[in-house]
């Protein structure tokens, strides 16, 4: 099986083609900064071009047989079996993934399509009672028409395809706008992929390029009536007021600065390995991972004895080299921002009881202890391989730490006592939070999402066809209906 040819160019109409005025921008490997590819860059009338095909060609797609759609997503799936090897490269060259990261990726890609192969024959409708003689109602599901995805560069595989197999398994179009680190991983490869398992021309459409010269066409372009988009909460902000004036939803997963609580009847062997992969895991480059870890006072040097012993053992450098678990940072600017926030925290009192200095983009894995709520890495989210140590001596002190932030996106806790924890993370305002176990969690059939400035909406399973698909009320008078007009027979 060939490679994949075309993957810098903009897959537009069902054609791979270069932007409308010729602009071109690289893609690089961040751990070596070696050019990997000359990516197209679309303009307005490319995102423009891209929507109007995808309009036309959702009339063809939603007059297909659900068994026929579920064909093409359940090829699709199989295209990514076949392609593991040439997927994964692209994840550790374009992304700076680790082999564990990448393969976790492409788990999460495939999973998420399987699930949305099931929808074509979920888009199930309800009959009700009518309070009229001889009326029926009925409700069917529909799709929204167009979907318009952007994504981020963290997880750029598997957080495209959450929306795009999820939005076609609705009978819906989709045009994508990769993040401009990662067009590839988060594009084209996509665009590829459902080429290669056989969408009708123009269903699917991507146009990598600047938020700055086409966010604003892409979200505002009257064809999408869904915007689903993944990144930075200010961003997000953004995106939800233009699609607001423009009367369109959003689903949105932002950002998060998610707690790891440690209560003192926890297992701390096991709780250390768990801080361990939740934290460090793409080098903290992800939404869910954890931000904060809170440990009871009474176990917090035991704690810190053994989560050390851990993260003294991830090797830290190159991620095509299979044993390295945390790779390169992006970017400079991610790598800047990451470095602020551990000098500030130092600087306002933290200890650095491990790390070391960059190499390149290789930030040692570091943790910090004796870290306050209101010290930067505590209070920001860090978007890097810096683990903040808190302290509490309460439950409820724990409680109040989980809750001292605007997010709401994932968090965990660890104890003994099952029921202890599920009563705590009830009372930790966030989407999800998981017991003994890590934040970093993603299922393809469970709600995923956030709260508060974490995001709006959920992905995943029936949650995900809520968000791509609409409900329309059909009315059925079997019998003819006396109108009460008067004066008239």
Request: charged content about 20%; aromatic content about 6%; proline content about 6%.
């Amino acid at each position: 099986m060939s490679r994949y040819s075309h993957l810098g160019q903009l897959f537009v109409a069902g054609e791979w083609r270069d932007g409308s005025d010729g602009q071109t921008a690289p893609t690089a490997n961040p751990y070596t900064d070696e050019t990997l590819l000359d990516v197209a860059q679309a303009t307005e009338s490319d995102v423009d071009d891209a929507y109007t095909a995808a309009a036309a060609a959702q009339e063809e797609w939603a007059g297909w047989l659900p068994t026929e759609r579920q064909a093409v997503l359940a090829k699709a799936v199989e295209v990514m079996g076949d392609r593991h090897d040439e997927i994964i490269e692209w994840l550790v060259t374009e992304s700076g993934s680790t082999h564990v990261k990448a393969s976790a990726e492409l788990g999460n890609a495939v999973g998420i399509t399987t699930e949305a192969a099931t929808f074509p024959l979920r888009m199930e409708g309800s009959l009700f009672p009518g309070t009229v003689a001889g009326k029926e109602n009925r409700v069917y599901r529909v799709p929204v028409g167009v979907v318009g995805v952007i994504s981020p560069w963290n997880f750029p595989f598997h957080l495209s395809m959450r929306s795009v197999a999820p939005a076609l398994g609705a009978g819906n179009a989709v045009v994508l706008k990769p993040a401009s680190n990662t067009p590839v991983t988060g594009g084209t490869l996509l665009g590829a992929i459902f080429e290669e398992a056989g969408v009708p021309p123009g269903l699917v459409g991507v146009v990598p390029g600047k938020g700055s010269e086409i966010g604003d066409a892409f979200v505002a372009h009257p064809a999408p009536r869904v915007i689903s988009f993944t990144g930075s909460t200010p961003v997000g902000r953004g995106i939800a007021e233009l699609a607001g004036k423009h009367l369109k939803r959003v689903e949105l997963e932002l950002g998060g600065n998610n707690l790891f609580v440690v209560l003192d009847d926890a297992d701390l062997d096991q709780a250390a390995r768990a801080a361990a992969f939740g934290k460090f895991l793409h080098q903290g480059q992800i939404c869910i991972a954890i931000n904060r870890i809170a440990v009871a006072a009474s176990v917090h040097d035991a704690f810190v004895e053994r989560f050390l012993d851990v993260v003294r053992q991830l090797q830290a450098g190159d991620p095509r080299d299979e044993a390295t678990f945390v790779g390169p940072i992006i970017d400079d600017d991610q790598l800047e921002s990451v470095l602020d926030v551990l000098q500030r925290t130092v600087d306002a009192g933290a200890t650095v009881a491990l790390g070391g200095e960059p190499e390149g983009r290789v930030v040692p894995p570091t943790v910090l202890t004796g870290v306050a709520q209101d010290m930067p890495a505590a209070e920001e989210e860090i978007f890097g391989p810096v683990a903040p140590v808190l302290s509490f001596e309460t439950d409820d002190e724990a409680l109040a730490i989980a809750n001292a932030t605007d997010y709401g996106l994932s968090g965990a806790v660890f104890t003994a006592d099952i029921e202890r924890g599920v009563a705590f993370a009830r009372r930790v305002r966030t989407g999800m939070i998981h017991v003994n176990d890590m934040s970093v969690n993603d299922e393809p059939h469970v709600a995923f999402g956030g709260r508060g400035a974490s995001g709006l909406g959920r992905f995943g399973g029936q949650w995900a066809l809520d968000a791509f698909s609409t409900v329309q009320w059909v009315s059925v008078q079997h019998t003819p209906r006396d109108y009460p007009l008067p004066g008239v027979e």
